[in-house]
C-alpha cells in the first residue's frame, strides 16, 4: 500500500473515539493522532486503554484514556464530560464501539437477553453518546460525527440478525441526525466496513472470510488502515459539505 502524508490534515481537531482500546477504533485514533489532532480514547476494557494509550503518548502523540461503558448511561454521560474537558472542547465525534451476537446462529435462535445486549450497545448507546456531545460539538462551528456502520446490511448478510439490524439503524440514525445537525454545522456521516481483519472478527468461518476476499473487486484481506482514511476524510475540512451518507468501504465487496 503506498504511504499517503496525512500529516497536519487533523491538525487542532479534539476527537473522541469509542471502542479505542484494540482493532478498528484504535486504528483510528492512532491515525487522528498521527495526522495533528488530539483524541479521547474510550473503551470498557480499561486495562488495554491504558496500554495503548501509553503506547502513544511515547510517540508523541496527543491522547487520553477514558472507561466507558455504552450499556450505562450514567458511564456516557460522564465520560463525554470528561473527555471534552480534557481536549478543552471537542471537534469530532467517533462513534465506534459496539458488540457483536457472535453470528452463526439463523433468527429464531437468537436470545432476548444477546438481541437487548446488542441493541443496547449498538443502537442505544450511539444515540446516548452523541446526544451527550452535542453541546461541545455546537461549540466547535465545525463538528464532525462519524457512526461506524458496517456493510452487512448492505447485502444482508445471513446469521447476524441483531447485529445486521443494530447497524441498519446506525444507517437510518446518520440520515436523521444529518438533517437535524445541519443548521448547527455538524456533519453525520456512516462508514461502513468489509470484514476486517481484527480480533472482534475472529468468530467469523473461514467460508463467510472467503466469500469477502473472492467477491471483492480488489481481491484482498480488508485490514484496519484501510477504513481509516474514510475516518479522517469524514473529520477533515475535506468533507464539510458531505452530510448524512454512508461510504461503504469493503474492496468494491457491495458497491454502494
Known amino acids: 500500500m ?81 473527555a471534552a474537558a480534557g481536549l478543552g472542547g471537542l471537534d469530532g465525534l467517533v462513534n465506534n464501539a459496539a458488540v457483536t451476537d457472535s453470528g452463526g446462529r439463523d433468527a429464531s435462535a437468537i436470545d432476548i437477553a444477546t438481541w437487548d445486549r446488542v441493541m443496547n450497545i449498538n443502537v442505544r448507546g450511539t444515540w446516548l453518546m452523541t446526544t451527550a456531545c452535542l453541546p461541545a460539538l455546537r461549540a466547535s462551528g465545525r463538528g464532525a460525527i462519524i457512526n461506524l456502520a458496517s456493510d452487512t446490511p448492505l447485502w444482508g448478510a445471513p446469521n447476524l440478525l441483531a447485529y445486521v439490524a443494530s447497524k441498519s439503524a446506525i ?7 444529518a438533517r437535524e445537525l445541519g443548521d448547527d454545522q455538524i456533519t453525520v456521516n456512516a462508514v461502513a466496513p468489509g470484514l476486517t481483519l481484527v480480533e472482534a472478527t475472529e468468530y467469523v468461518p473461514q467460508k463467510r472470510r472467503d466469500l469477502y476476499r473472492e467477491q471483492r473487486a480488489i481481491s484482498r484481506e480488508q485490514l484496519p488502515e484501510d477504513v481509516s482514511g474514510a475516518v479522517l476524510f469524514a473529520l477533515s475540512d475535506l468533507s464539510r ?15 454502494h
Do not use: W, Y
Not at 500529516?7 to 493522532?33: K, M, Q, S
Not at 444507517?171 to 441526525?177: A, D, F, H, N, P
Not at 458531505?242 to 461503504?248: D, S
Open 2 to 82: 503506498p504511504e499517503i502524508d496525512r500529516h497536519n490534515l487533523l491538525a487542532g481537531r479534539r476527537v473522541l473515539v469509542t471502542g479505542a482500546a484494540r482493532g478498528l477504533g484504535l486504528a483510528f485514533a492512532t491515525a487522528i493522532a498521527e495526522a495533528g489532532g488530539a483524541v479521547a480514547m474510550a473503551d470498557i476494557l480499561a486495562d488495554r486503554l491504558v496500554e495503548e494509550t501509553a503506547a502513544l503518548q511515547a510517540r508523541g502523540l496527543k491522547v487520553l484514556p477514558f472507561v466507558l461503558d455504552l450499556g450505562n448511561p450514567e458511564s456516557v454521560s460522564a465520560c463525554a464530560t470528561a
Open 171 to 177: 444507517i437510518g440514525m446518520t440520515r436523521s441526525l
Open 241 to 255: 459539505f458531505v452530510t448524512g451518507q454512508t461510504l461503504a468501504v469493503n474492496g468494491g465487496f457491495v458497491m
